[in-house]
Nanobody
Framework: QVQLVESGGGLVQAGGSLRLSCVAS????????IGWFRQAPGREREIVAR????????FYADSIEGRFTIARDAAKNTVYLQMSSLKLEDTARYYC????????????WGQGTQVTVSS
């Protein structure tokens, strides 16, 4: 069982930056894929970025357009999402998720952290 806790969300003006953190407990994130997702009101949840813990391979949604960076800290069993040049349309609740070792599906989810971008 993996427990995930997100933090770092808040209210920011358009063009600003935020760094989200996802701290894992219960099990190590080693050998897992970890994703950041977001869901805005009235919209479906979408993946924002993904990282493979062992290889460091990353994936980003096209909508991110190079503005976000996903990274991991092994010592802290933590994954970060650095968000820059934030846009109004980035407003959403952001979740981190992971699955079983080696799995590409997401079984464990955090409670999310709200990001609100204002004009």
């Amino acid at each position: 069982q993996v427990q995930l806790v997100e933090s770092g969300g808040g209210l920011v003006q358009a063009g600003g930056s935020l760094r989200l953190s996802c701290v894992a407990s219960g099990r190590t994130l080693r050998s897992r894929n970890i994703g950041w997702f977001r869901q805005a009101p009235g919209r479906e949840r979408e993946i924002v970025a993904r990282i493979n813990w062992n290889s460091g391979y990353t994936f980003y949604a096209d909508s991110i357009e190079g503005r976000f960076t996903i990274a991991r800290d092994a010592a802290k069993n933590t994954v970060y999402l650095q968000m820059s040049s934030l846009k109004l349309e980035d407003t959403a609740r952001y979740y981190c998720a992971t699955g079983a070792v080696g799995s590409t599906s997401y079984r464990y989810w955090g409670q999310g952290t709200q990001v609100t971008v204002s004009s």
